[in-house]
Nanobody, 115 residues
Framework: QVQLVESGGGLVQAGGSLRLSCAASGRTFRINRRAWYRQAPGKQRELVAFITNGGSTNYADSVKGRFTISRDNAKNTMYLQMNSLKPEDTAVYYC?????????WGQGTQVTVSS
């Protein structure tokens, strides 16, 4: 089992920045995929970014050039640096990790961008 705790959400003005953190505990040595998703009111959950064990990253077109996913293996923590935030980035953000035993999700953290 893997437990995830997210932090870093909040209210920010358009053009501002936030950094989300996702701390993992438990059987973290078996994790082989890490990603951030988000879900806006009335919309489906969507993939924002993922990072492989090798460090390769991929981003949704809507966040390319503004968001950066990273991880600190020593701290078992994943990050999402969000710059140049827009009102349409408003959503609940979830981190997720996966491995042989399944996928695990954080509790979600609210990000609200005011115009």
């Amino acid at each position: 089992q893997v437990q995830l705790v997210e932090s870093g959400g909040g209210l920010v003005q358009a053009g501002g920045s936030l950094r989300l953190s996702c701390a993992a505990s438990g059987r973290t040595f078996r994790i082989n995929r890490r990603a951030w998703y988000r879900q806006a009111p009335g919309k489906q959950r969507e993939l924002v970014a993922f990072i492989t064990n090798g460090g390769s990253t991929n981003y949704a077109d809507s966040v390319k050039g503004r968001f950066t996913i990273s991880r600190d293996n020593a701290k078992n923590t994943m990050y999402l640096q969000m710059n140049s935030l827009k009102p349409e980035d408003t959503a609940v953000y979830y981190c997720t990790v996966g491995g042989p035993t399944g996928d695990y999700w954080g509790q979600g953290t609210q990000v609200t961008v005011s115009s």
